[in-house]
Structure formats: C-alpha cells, structure tokens
C-alpha cells in the first residue's frame, strides 16, 4: 500500500475511518486507525535469561507422506527462557519437523526429549504422548489441525485436553466446568466476540488464533512449539499474539518458534536457526545478523564461509 498507492482509506469494525494521502501517512499511523489505537509494530522485550535445556533434538529423520526425507539428521536445543526461531523459505523441512516434536508425526530415528526425558512417538497417540510431557503445540494450519471449525468454542477450549479429571472423570464430561475454562480463555487472551457458543467457524482468523493459543498457553507447558502463529490474522492480533510469546518465554517457558515471516522471526527469537533442504544449516545472533546473511542461509548458501573465500584470494 505504502509503495504503489495514492490514497489509501481504513475501515474498522464495517465502517469507514478515514481516507489519507499515502505520502502523508506512515504504517504506526495506519496500524493505529486500523485496530483503533496505538500498535506496537516493533517487539519489545528484555533480555533472555536461558536456563536448562527443556527440549533436545538429536539425528532427528523424517519423512513426508510418500516416503521422501524432509527432515535430515537434525540436532537442536531449546532452554527455559528463550525463544528459538527457524527461518527457512516454506517447504525446506519446517513443517515436519513441527509435525515429528508435537507427536503428530512419526520421525524413521533419532531421538526428542522433553525435560531430558525421551519420548516415543508411535502412531495415533504421538501427539497425546507430548501433551502428556507437558508440551504444547500451535500448529500451523489452525482450521486443519488446531480446531474443530464446527465445534463451540468452548468445545475446542478443551479440545485433545478433554479427559483432564477437572472435566469429569470416566467417559462423563462436566460441561459447565468446560464452559468455565473457555470463559476464562475469553478474557485473558480476548477472544472476540466474547461468546463461548460460537463455532469456531464463526470467528475471524486473529480470533481463532487466540482459541488455540489460549488452549495450548492455559496448560502451563515446560514448551511450546508454534508454528505459522500471526499467519492470516489482522494487525492488533499479531501485536497481542506476540506479547503472549514474550510472556512464555518470561515466565521461565521453551519457546520452538517457526515462521516463514523473517521479520517475525528477528523479532521474536534470541537465537534463530536457518533451515535448507530438510537440515539445519547455520545459527544467528537475531541482534547483529543482517537481513542478507540470513537470506543467504536460506537459499543454502553460507556467507561468513564466502566471506572466508573472499579474504583468502
């Protein structure tokens, strides 16, 4: 908008706002018009204070549905207290390695352990077994795989948590002890409209997030592995969304993060991982890598090794 446009106008709930010059306006004054007060289009978060590693993978292989290694020996850790980002152009092996950590997937060797303690994954029940560990997952497509679109949204409040003994106990679900959680979902994580008998289809996509967020982050997980976590939602969600991630890792949590949005990732993480062709092939200080380093890891070239060839001519 910023570059091609001469006007540019904002609705906000169904009515229109405002209609400005483009040359006289900028995004802060845009993204404020927008959500209806000031947004913070920048991350703002202290220091990472890492302590012990919460999740560890090791030689990790694993493949697609047709048999092709995605994933391929991969080694990596996350400590309480920090965010760990992977960057890579889509496709390159992320989401498998998302899909084989949260137990949705089968990975053919290596090993994952949780709070040092390793977990097999085997079939239908992988995913279970993680939530079991205390970890928790947000996955990447939230309409496929991390809600029932027809459900209520008090439903998928529960949802995979649904044998809790705080919901009954047996095959015997409490509803209202369900309901008391979704409602109280809706107020920390403020989940609009503010209806728990909603389907979820209802809901717009920002909203939705904050379904699965408020499921996966509710739990008190050691770890949390997000994947795609402001794909497809409006800019006052990817704020509040962003602030819950900080707050996690704050509150001493293993944060996996993926996402195919660079900038999201610089912002987020205290320590990013480059993924290529189903490996990992370079790790970045978020402060001091460039944008151009990190694009070049992605597209599997290793610029500190070019820099090295470039002073040894």
């Known amino acids: 908008i910023m570059a ?15 209609t ?21 289009l920048r991350v703002e978060k202290g220091e990472a204070n890492p302590g012990d590693v919460r999740l560890s993978v090791s030689d990790l292989v694993v493949n697609d549905d047709m048999g092709i290694a995605r994933v391929k020996g991969i080694n ?23 899909e084989a950590i949260s137990g949705m997937r089968s990975a053919q060797s290596g090993i994952i352990k949780v709070n040092g303690r390793e977990i097999v994954v085997r079939g239908d029940a992988g995913a279970a077994t993680m939530r079991e560990a205390n970890l928790a997952h947000v996955p990447e497509d939230r309409q496929e795989l991390g809600l029932v679109v027809t459900f209520e949204q008090w439903e998928n409040a529960i949802l995979g948590y649904q044998d809790d003994d705080k919901y009954g ?3 015997f679900l409490s509803i209202p002890a ?4 979704a409602k109280r979902h809706i107020e920390k994580f403020d989940i609009r409209p503010p209806n728990y008998r909603l389907k979820a289809a209802n809901f717009s996509g920002g909203n939705q997030q904050k379904i699965v967020l408020a499921r996966e982050m509710s739990r008190d997980p050691d770890v949390l592995v997000v994947g795609q976590p402001t794909r497809g939602v409006d800019i006052g969600a990817i704020e509040f969304i962003h602030n819950q991630i900080i707050a996690m890792r704050d509150a ?13 990732v610089r912002s987020l993480s205290d320590r990013i991982l480059v993924m290529f062709d189903g490996q990992i092939v370079g790790e970045a200080d978020p402060a001091t890598a460039t944008e151009s380093e990190l694009g070049l890891l992605m597209a599997g070239v290793n610029p500190y090794e070019q820099e090295q060839k470039e002073a040894a001519k």
């Open 4 to 18: 091609i446009t001469d006007n540019v106008s904002v609705m906000r709930q169904g009515a229109m706002v405002r």
């Open 20 to 40: 400005l010059e483009t040359k006289n306006t900028d995004p802060e004054q845009l993204a404020e018009l927008m959500v209806g007060r000031r947004v913070l």
């Open 76 to 98: 990596l850790e996350v400590r309480a207290g920090e965010i760990v980002g992977i960057a890579g152009v889509s496709g390159n092996g992320q989401s498998d390695l998302l």
């Open 169 to 171: 106990k047996g095959m």
């Open 178 to 181: 369900a309901q008391e959680e």
């Open 252 to 264: 001493g949590k293993a944060v996996l993060l993926v996402s195919v949005e660079l900038d999201e």
